[in-house]
């Protein structure tokens, strides 16, 4: 078992940044990849970034030059650094972690992007 908490979410202008971080606790010796997924009101949860055990990342193409995934293996965290951001961009953040193909989630943390 994996668990997630993250932190960092709130409320910004448009054009700002926001840094949040997830601390992951229990069986992290398994986690083979950490992302970083989001929920707007009304759409589909979807991916924002990803990263793999040996550094290789994915991201969604809305996020290309802006959002970065970064993580401490030693301290079992991943941030997310967002940078120039859209209102568009005001959704739940959700921690992820993979375990062989299990998905485990954080609460979320809400970020909003006022315009």
């Known amino acids: 078992q994996v668990q997630l908490v993250e932190s960092g979410g709130g409320l910004v202008q448009a054009g700002g940044s926001l840094r949040l971080s997830c601390a992951a606790s229990?069986?992290?010796?398994?986690?083979?990849?950490f992302g970083w997924h989001r929920q707007a009101p009304g759409k589909q949860r979807e991916l924002v970034r990803t990263?793999?055990?040996?550094?290789?990342?994915n991201y969604a193409d809305f996020v290309k030059g802006r959002f970065t995934i970064s993580r401490d293996t030693a301290k079992n965290t991943v941030n997310l650094q967002m940078s120039s951001l859209k209102p568009e961009d005001t959704a739940v953040y959700y921690c992820?972690?993979?375990?062989?193909?299990?998905?485990?989630w954080g609460q979320g943390t809400q970020v909003t992007v006022s315009s």
């Open positions: 990263i793999d055990n040996g550094g290789h990342t």
């Open positions: 229990g069986s992290t010796f398994s986690i083979n990849a």
């Open positions: 992820t972690a993979v375990v062989r193909s299990r998905y485990y």
